[in-house]
Nanobody
């Protein structure tokens, strides 16, 4: 079992920045992948960013160049730095981890971007 706890969400004006954190209950250095998904109001959950072994990263086209995913293995934490936020980034953001085969999810953190 892996527990994931997100933090850092909140209300921000368009153009602003936020940094989300996801703290895992166990060491993450050998995880197959960790990442962030989001679910906008009334829409399906979608991938935002993922970081794989050897720190290979992938981003959704909608956030490419604005968001940066990173991890600190010493703190068992993954971050999502979100810059140049837009109202369409408003969503509940979920942390996601795949140590080997099973996927684990955090409880989600709300991000609201006002215009």
């Amino acid at each position: 079992q892996v527990q994931l706890v997100e933090s850092g969400g909140g209300l921000v004006q368009a153009g602003g920045s936020l940094r989300l954190s996801c703290a895992a209950s166990t060491t993450i250095f050998d995880f197959k992948a960790m990442g962030w998904f989001r679910q906008p109001p009334g829409k399906q959950r979608e991938l935002v960013a993922i970081i794989r072994s050897r720190d290979i990263t992938n981003y959704a086209d909608s956030v490419q160049g604005r968001f940066v995913i990173s991890r600190d293995n010493a703190k068992n934490t993954v971050y999502l730095q979100m810059n140049a936020l837009k109202p369409e980034d408003t969503a509940v953001y979920y942390c996601y981890a795949v140590p080997t085969a099973l996927a684990y999810w955090g409880q989600g953190t709300q991000v609201t971007v006002s215009s």
